[in-house]
């Protein structure tokens, strides 16, 4: 089971130098041995002066509501110093980016996506101590009902189907999914629904086609819910060529 594919797929990751008043992810340590990772989701590093900074980055996801990013602390660090893959494979983006050779920069992104994956990855075996996506990828029964869901958004899904997926009583499952993800199974995919439904449209697809995607049993249905998420209509989200 692949807790992080199907997320890492449905946002545009895209990573590339930049300076350090700019960048929300930098390494820290010394040059021939980085030690830490430090990355601010949701803004820009914020370090205090004396540490020695490798590298900085921006991390960026596109546009649209990122479940994950949104689950993950303020700051998140990750330590190298017993991760010899990950420091190997910053060091490589390290010499990337001083080197200033031809198509460093794509280069830098591709291994700052694989960078990323590591980071998340880590995040996710830690665990979480606030309730959210995190908290629910790192539970083994839950994680299988959440993948479920991130993989086939348009099954038409009960309670029962996911408590099934998670090999949890009813009753168990709807009990610990809240406690640990902190809304209800149907809750989470309404949200996720729409957060695809968004990208779609945002692309150019029909409202129709969208709505009959993501299980809904009309188009009116669906652009009810739609507004109500976002505050607008679905339609006014179209891109037109």
Known sequence: MDRLTTLM???????????LSHANLV???APSAPDRLVFFPRGKV??????????????DWGAGHNPL?????????????ENFETRDLLQV????STGRRCGAQSVVNRLGEVLMVRL??????????EPGLLAGLANPRLSRAIVAVHDHPGRLWSNADLAGEAGLSLSRFAELFAA?????????????????????????????AVARRYAYASPEGFTR?????????????RTFG
């Open 180 to 208: 640990e993800v902190g809304e209800t199974p149907m809750g989470y995919l309404r949200r996720w629904r729409l957060t695809l439904a968004h990208q779609d449209l945002a692309k150019g697809d029909r409202v129709e």
């Open 69 to 81: 990013v949104a689950a993950l602390p303020k700051c998140v660090e990750f330590d190298l110093v």
């Open 120 to 129: 998340l990855r880590n995040q996710i075996e830690q665990g979480a101590t």
């Open 27 to 29: 390494a820290l340590g």
């Open 46 to 59: 914020d370090i205090k002066a004396e540490h020695a900074v490798l590298l900085s980055v921006r991390v």
């Open 225 to 237: 819910a739609f507004r109500k998420a976002y505050g607008v209509a679905p339609v006014s989200l």
């Open 93 to 96: 983006m390290l010499a990337e």
């Open 9 to 19: 797929e449905r946002f545009q990751l895209s990573v590339h130098p930049a300076p």
